[in-house]
């Protein structure tokens, strides 16, 4: 009976084991996609034009083509989305000022551009704009320069 006993119990354990014992699977598809790497050219620079001490800011729009920045973006993936950002870690300096100098600096900003965020095609031209701070009562006559950087990614 102590047989019937421990054997009744064997196959109880082992019946519950095999009952709870179930695997599910099943596979997916591994994919990837290969881009061109982008171009960026700047064909055109941004020109605020002349200016009188005391003026108020002014903005160059991106749609003011004689004036804005124009930049030709080329070897991009068409149906893929973009980002822009934009980069002027220093403001523009005149010709012979001191970088720090107030009256030698003009700040840049707010910098805008007509760039199409979701091309059907790989290349296209678009411009930049930005705003120009207002110059100063005192501000140094001549000309003022400053670099800007323009970075076009896919927006993956």
């Known amino acids: 009976m102590k047989q019937n006993i421990i054997f009744g119990m064997t196959l109880a354990v082992a019946m519950w084991s095999g ?5 599910a699977s099943d596979s997916a598809t591994a994919r990837a996609r290969v881009l061109s790497v982008l171009s960026l050219d700047n064909e055109t620079d941004l ?9 108020i800011a002014a903005t160059v729009a991106p749609t003011e083509t004689a004036k804005a920045a124009r930049f ?3 070897n991009g993936t068409a ?3 973009l980002q822009i950002s934009y980069d002027m870690p220093e403001p ?3 010709e012979a000022g001191t970088p720090g ?11 805008s551009s007509n760039i199409d965020l979701a091309p059907t095609t790989g290349s296209q031209t678009f411009h930049v704009g930005a705003r120009r701070a207002a110059i100063r009562a005192n ?4 000309n003022y320069t400053g670099t800007f950087t323009v970075t076009v990614n896919y927006a993956l």
């Open 19 to 23: 009952a709870s014992a179930q695997a």
């Open 47 to 55: 020109n605020f034009g002349d200016a009188y001490r005391g003026d």
């Open 72 to 74: 030709a973006l080329t």
């Open 79 to 81: 149906n893929v989305g």
């Open 92 to 94: 523009m300096l005149h």
């Open 101 to 111: 100098v107030e009256d030698d600096e003009i700040v840049v900003d707010n910098f």
């Open 139 to 142: 501000q140094a006559l001549g």
